[in-house]
C-alpha cells in the first residue's frame, strides 16, 4: 500500500514568485551544478512529514486547522539568504522569512504534529556540487534577495507525489488563520 508523501507549508502569493524566479535566474549564472525549485512549487516549509498512512490524514487535518486558529492573519517578508547547513558546506539555498510569528506557528506544528521541522524557509536551489567555493559563497551573500511582504492566512498540507521531471504538489487540505 502506498503512504502519501506529506509536508506541511506555505504557499507564495504569484507576485513575488516573479521575483524569486528572478532571482534564482541570478544564482543560476554562478559556478555550481544545482537544481532550481520549481515556479509552481516555490514554498515555506513548516515541516516534511513523510510517507503517512491513509487513515491518519483527516486528523492531521484537524491538527492543521487546530494550529491555524490560534494565530491570526499577518504579514511576512521575504528576505536574506540562507546557506544550508553552512557556508563551508552548502547543500541548499533557500530564503529567510522575517516575521516571529511563523517561528511560533512552526514550534506548534511541531509539537502537535511532529515531523522533520526546521526553521521556516523557502528553498530555492538544491547545490549538486560547486567549483569555486569561496567565490560563489561571496557572490550570493551579496545578491539582492529583498522579495518584499506579503499576509500568511492559511497553512497547507501538502502531498508531494515524485515525477520524473520532479515532485508535484497537491493541496489536500488548507487551514484558515483567524482574521484580525
Known amino acids: 500500500m502506498l503512504m502519501p508523501r506529506l509536508f506541511i507549508g506555505i504557499f507564495v502569493p504569484e507576485n513575488l514568485k516573479t521575483k524569486i524566479v528572478l532571482l534564482q535566474k541570478e544564482i543560476e549564472k554562478l559556478p555550481a551544478k544545482l537544481k532550481l ?16 498512512e491513509e487513515s491518519r490524514i483527516d486528523e492531521l487535518k484537524e491538527k492543521l486547522d487546530s494550529v491555524a486558529q490560534a ?7 521575504i528576505s536574506g539568504l540562507k546557506l544550508i547547513p553552512n ?47 569561496k ?11 529583498d522579495i518584499g511582504k506579503f499576509t500568511v492566512d492559511s497553512l ?17 487540505h488548507k487551514s484558515f488563520l483567524l482574521n484580525k
Do not use: M, W
Not at 494565530?71 to 517578508?77: G, H, L, R, S
Not at 498540507?157 to 515525477?163: A, R, T
Open 37 to 52: 525549485v520549481e515556479l509552481e512549487n516555490l514554498h515555506i516549509s513548516l515541516s516534511f512529514l513523510g510517507n503517512v
Open 71 to 77: 494565530y491570526t492573519k499577518f504579514e511576512t517578508k
Open 87 to 133: 557556508e563551508n558546506y552548502v547543500r541548499v539555498i533557500a530564503l529567510n522569512l522575517q516575521n516571529g510569528v511563523l517561528n511560533l506557528i512552526s514550534k506548534h506544528v511541531e509539537k502537535e504534529i511532529g515531523g522533520d521541522v526546521n526553521p521556516p524557509h523557502l528553498t530555492l536551489c538544491r547545490i549538486k556540487s560547486i567549483s569555486d567555493k
Open 135 to 145: 567565490f560563489f559563497v561571496e557572490k550570493i551573500l551579496n545578491l539582492n534577495s
Open 156 to 172: 497547507d498540507l501538502v502531498e508531494s507525489k515524485l515525477g520524473q521531471n520532479g515532485p508535484v504538489y497537491n493541496s489536500l
